[in-house]
């Protein structure tokens, strides 16, 4: 029996879907910009010539179950649309498949889409799904279950759990930035112990950003990181002021986390946090179970479509 590699599978996958013209739509209707965009990318699709299987899903619990029985039924090409929290919960259902996940970027940030980098415009995000090409890109994992792009712990991750939907939906991206300047005179220290590539090391923080993929939001993590190159970026906040938090940020929309200091960088494949006392942890924009925590890298472990100008090694 002949073993394909990795190039011809993915030129297999490819030519099927350019071939049959056939694929699954999914949206999150919740998503900030799900319900506007659903029925114009489903025209657009079928005006391309694709036959489609489409669900709006209005309870975002479901997605999982419908992206797996769409899996499960025999597509090859599962469009998914929504923001970092619909497709981190969805990828581990198409991960290590011969699926190829395609994006449709309806969320707040859209950090994953933006590591890959999707067009944002419908009309961008549609034709990258009709012209693509199915590359295959890292993903986390977490305590044995996949995500996309990062996991967040401490302030971040509590800007996340206090802003509301209908804040994100009227003011994107500056919705966090609206909360996060409330939620800054209330966070609190924690002391983070992580193990990294068998060392340890302490810190008293208030943040600490662990990253699969090269964007948080619409900042870049770090220049040099991207959706391939089989490394988490781990950021780390050195500092015990609050202000501190407000020099990540800025570090973070300049693209160098540490270009303001405080802030400690660090690359690895895998990282094991403890915190005392326990925090939540934000994956991709939803609230998980808290510290501890193991994450690494599931290289290669997602295909994607992606703009043929991306760089696939």
Not at 100 to 116: D, M, Y
Request: aromatic share 8%; charged share 20%.
């Amino acid at each position: 029996m002949e073993v394909l590699t990795r190039t011809q599978r993915k030129q297999l996958l490819h030519e099927e879907i350019k071939h049959n013209r056939s694929a699954v739509l999914i949206v999150n209707a919740r998503a900030r910009r799900g319900r506007k965009w659903f029925q114009a990318a489903k025209r657009y699709l079928q005006e391309a010539g694709f036959r489609l299987s489409c669900y709006e899903i209005k309870d975002p619990a479901r997605l999982p179950e419908v992206v797996a029985h769409a899996v499960k039924s025999g597509a090859k090409f599962v469009i998914v649309g929504g923001g970092d929290g619909t497709i981190s919960s969805v990828v581990g259902y198409v991960a290590r498949r011969d699926v190829v996940l395609g994006i449709l970027p309806l969320g707040t940030g859209n950090s994953f889409a933006r590591t890959i980098g999707l067009p944002l415009s419908l009309k961008g995000a549609v034709d990258n799904l009709i012209n693509g090409k199915v590359v295959d890109v890292d993903l986390g994992i977490k305590n044995g279950d996949y995500f996309a792009n990062l996991a967040s712990i401490g302030f971040n991750a509590q800007v996340v759990h206090q802003t509301p939907d209908a804040l994100k939906r009227l003011l994107g991206v500056f919705a966090y930035l609206f909360v996060g300047c409330r939620e800054l005179l209330r966070s609190n220290l924690f002391t983070c112990e992580l193990e990294i590539d068998g060392s340890r090391c302490q810190f008293d923080t208030r943040q600490v950003i662990i990253a699969n993929g090269a964007f948080y939001g619409v900042s870049r993590i770090t220049p040099s990181a991207s959706a391939e190159d089989r490394l988490l970026r781990v950021c780390v906040l050195d500092s015990k002021k609050r202000w501190g938090i407000v020099r990540l940020w800025l570090g973070l929309m300049k693209g160098e986390p540490a270009a303001f200091g405080s802030v400690r960088v660090f690359k690895s494949r895998r990282v094991v946090c403890h915190t005392n006392p326990p925090q939540v942890v934000d994956i991709d924009g939803e609230l998980t179970a808290g510290t501890p925590l193991s994450i690494g890298v599931a290289p290669q472990a997602l295909l994607v479509m992606a703009p043929q100008d991306f760089v696939d090694t």
